[in-house]
């Protein structure tokens, strides 16, 4: 490792971890936006997403508990908000589960995530012990990948909206929300790496930290590429076609 | 939930588990034993799976740190010792660096562990997060996947030995050390979870961890499967054919 990186150079090296390893490069990103995804992979795309926006506002949270300044919480508490809404009905994990009520599964089902491929839930939980355990730098820096998705959300909705039927704006309305609220955030979070990474083994570790992130969101795709296009599924994790309800509960 | 299992309800449950979700059941064990897996296939699952052995100890001293009993944490500390060893060059881990050494690959690459699938670091450290914070009965429990193994290792040996002419004896050392310990070791647990598993609830809830244990087995070899039988190499992980070395240092 040589020198300190400028600011410069360090937003560059952050956004060619994006540029090489964001997930709007995996073949079922590719696979979705284009229309040749099944129903059934949409769903099970959707499903297993939910688990990790169920998540989101769990894993801020943990970051909260590691901001020492008043003001970085007050700007992190924005992302809670955002996810868990300001009354009932509202926020981004509401907002999904419109999409999953659109894809004709039951709410508890779905909040259950009884039916999520344990692969989703290994890579998220990861996600969330990340940042209870890394620096809080390490913890902001993972966010990063917020820096990207405006891109991808566009690419998705457009993408659904043109090929598939059974989706609609009403259903995608967690996207159309999204990219102002990933702007400001990812732009508030680029600030604070740039800021607090001081050495360059701490601008290492945050951009490691934002390819681990990225590692993440790839998983995921991996693990639903596996079990719904390559049809390998493991056991538990929700049957396309099959009648669901929440275990323990009639039918 | 009805009432209590007996003790016998209780193994015969456990038992079903692996019969149900063992990974000798997984399409990539199916190919490994049978003879059709490539080279490379056989190499990036001994690296893969090094990551799991490296861990075991370190789980098996989560779950120590968990067992209140003398004598629990005597039988307990068993593992450990077969994992670690007893002196250098000796020990579970030492063995399967034995075979990864007969796969062609520099000790200090695989000790890196740089090249394993995220979703094999995801799967392994969700089963130690699982020690660490599930009750001491589920740390256990999750263990019982060696009630299945001893089968699984004379599978996988006699397979291997027939069809691969780049592994043997030699480089098997650790699974001809294993099935002993194994059988040890799962008695001991099964009898553990049968007597501390005193409410139909908590035996629902040993039932549940060996799940989660068998979905962990599962998970890796999935992630095998897509990155190197179907080729989808997620960025990071080991490309077969290619010199290796730790990150920073010379080639």
């Known amino acids: 490792m040589s020198g300190l990186l400028s600011r410069e150079e360090l937003e560059a090296a952050l956004r060619k971890v994006g540029a090489e390893r964001y997930h709007n490069r995996h073949r079922f990103h590719r696979r979705q936006y284009s229309g040749q995804c099944s129903y059934e992979e949409i769903q099970a795309w959707a499903l297993n997403r939910y688990y990790y926006q169920s998540m989101i506002p769990i894993k801020d949270a943990t970051v909260l508990t590691r901001l020492t300044d008043t003001e970085d919480r ?11 809404g300001l009354k009932p009905g509202d926020g981004g994990i509401e907002r999904w589960l419109k999409l999953t ?18 692969a989703t839930r290994f890579a998220v939980d990861a996600y969330v012990e990340f940042c209870r355990t890394r620096t809080p730098l390490e913890a902001v820096a993972s966010s990063l990948t917020e820096l990207f998705s405006p891109d991808i959300i566009s690419e998705r909705m457009s993408g659904m909206l043109a090929h598939y039927d ?8 967690y996207f159309s929300q999204r990219p102002p609220q990933a702007k400001r955030d990812s732009e508030w979070a680029l600030e604070f790496v740039k800021t607090h990474a001081k050495t360059r083994d701490e601008q290492e570790k945050a951009i490691k930290a934002l390819e681990f992130k990225c590692n993440v969101l790839w998983a995921m795709l991996d693990a639903l590429w596996g079990a719904y296009v390559d049809k390998a599924l493991p056991p538990d994790a929700w049957v396309p076609g099959t009648k669901v309800a929440v275990r323990g509960k009639a039918a």
Request: aromatic residues 10%; proline residues 5%; charged residues 35%.
């Open 101 to 118: 009520d659109g894809l004709g599964f039951p709410r508890d089902y779905v909040i259950s995530t009884e039916g999520i491929l344990p």
């Open 74 to 84: 007050r700007q992190w508490r924005k992302r809670i908000e955002d996810h868990d």
């Open 166 to 173: 059974f989706v609609s704006k009403d259903t995608l309305a």
